[in-house]
């Protein structure tokens, strides 16, 4: 079983949905990291949080420590949110970032 | 600032050969990480430096290396490339060590032919 799970593997949306997308963790972290990868390569993150609710823009990221778990929603889908999110647990001390395989989305107009 | 920046950003090599990348984190930037992205196996975490010292090393073997120098630049080599080697590798740099947001680089797309 992997340390850092993702559901979906792969989303279709129309634009204009909510869409969530779910990390579950077992490892131990000190904090909990969203990517977004565009087709090229290029990372960015988009949160790192270790507690409660991040908003940016569209983007909402929540998780709870207890069940090890964390979401992240974003509201009126657009064809440019198409990409592949990726979450990431551990980070802190010497624990390095473990990665979820990721969500591969896909905005249709 | 400038981002992180990443050379070459394409490398064809083959089997047997040594490759050197090289990656520039954001200036004030004190940690380099190192990543292996592949269509099977995803993102996979290769190794750590903090001012020039390895915190981390992720589970490859000896044949890949790395180094971090005073200015923070960090270099990755490896060794022997085999046919599985093929793949995206990633610098990305934070502030701090551990868990700082980080900053990834363009990427290397090393293809082992």
């Known amino acids: 079983k992997n340390e850092v799970e993702q559901s979906p593997q792969n989303l279709t949306a129309q634009e204009g949905e909510f869409i969530t997308i779910n990390c579950s963790y077992s490892v131990g972290i000190s904090a909990l990291h969203w990517l977004q990868q565009h087709p090229g390569g290029g990372i960015v993150s988009l949160f790192m949080l270790s507690s409660g609710k991040k908003k940016h823009g569209r983007l909402i990221a929540t998780i709870n420590i207890q069940e090890k778990h964390s979401s992240l929603h974003i509201t009126a889908s657009h064809p440019r949110d198409s990409a592949v999110y990726i979450c990431?647990?551990?980070?802190?001390?010497?624990?390095?970032?473990?990665f979820g395989k990721g969500t591969r989305l896909s905005v249709i107009a | 600032k400038a981002g992180v920046t990443q050379t070459p950003r394409y490398l064809i090599k083959t089997r047997g050969q040594q490759v050197t990348l090289s990656c520039s984190p954001i200036?004030?930037?004190?940690?380099v990480s190192w990543y292996q992205q592949t269509p099977g196996q995803g993102l996979q975490f290769l190794f750590e430096?903090?001012?020039?010292?390895?915190?981390n090393k992720g589970n490859f073997p000896g044949r890949f290396s790395g180094r971090q120098f005073s200015n923070s630049r960090s270099e990755m080599n490896v060794s022997t490339l085999e046919l599985g080697d093929s793949a995206l590798y990633l610098c990305a740099s934070s502030f701090g060590q551990g868990g700082d947001t980080q900053y990834f680089g363009p990427g290397t797309r090393l293809t082992v032919l």
């Open positions: 430096y903090f001012s020039e010292t390895q915190r």
């Open positions: 200036s004030g930037h004190r940690s």
């Open positions: 990431a647990a551990g980070g802190g001390g010497n624990t390095p970032l473990v």
